[in-house]
């Protein structure tokens, strides 16, 4: 059990390590101001917490319990929205102009609106997620805004990180994403298949 438990952290680490290590190493990096590869760097481990998020809320992780996995959950959204700040407003301050043309969706990269539209979900996300309880949003009710925006967070992410040609190694990139997809497909199963059998037993 315990070496069960070990393989699949490692696993985790290593999906998410191996993107970053290949990143660091990339020749690219020597053209590259500070900043600029700080706000590369926060848009990999966005993408790593992306990973990160169905499978605690869907107790994929082994090791804590249900209830700190949701905490674990809530925090690591709180870093999330803070990793897409940092690339964002690191972007913004190596080319203003680049930025203003993204977040009007007037920029001829393909890659800039999925990146925008995943940005003000993740920003959705997180409002929302703090202002539950003062708006008194019910599971259900969290769950019907939640889900789709999830959705549009993975869908729209991954699509941002494949269309761009930068740091990342393309075929490390290419597993991560396909690892935030399986993982976020899985969940979202796993959870209608509670609810119809909810729905069944009921």
Known sequence: MKGSRSLIWAALGLALGVPIALAATSEQLAWRGPVYILAGFAGIIALGLVLVQPLLIGGYLPGPSAYRARCAHYW???GLALAVVIHVAD?????????????????????????????WAI????????????????????RIVHIPLAIV?????????????????????????????AATVKVMVDLWRKRALRGESA
């Open 91 to 119: 972007l913004w301050f190596t080319s203003p102009p680049d930025m203003i043309d993204a977040l009007t969706f007037s920029s001829p990269t393909p890659f800039s609106p999925f990146g925008v539209i995943a940005m």
């Open 123 to 142: 920003f959705a996300v997180a409002l929302l997620a703090g202002l539950r309880r003062r708006l008194g949003l019910r599971l259900r009710t969290w």
């Open 153 to 181: 967070i993975v869908m729209c992410g991954v699509v941002h990180c494949l269309l761009i040609e930068g740091t990342m190694e393309t075929i490390s990139k290419a597993a991560l994403c396909a690892l935030v997809v």
């Open 76 to 78: 690591i959204g709180g």
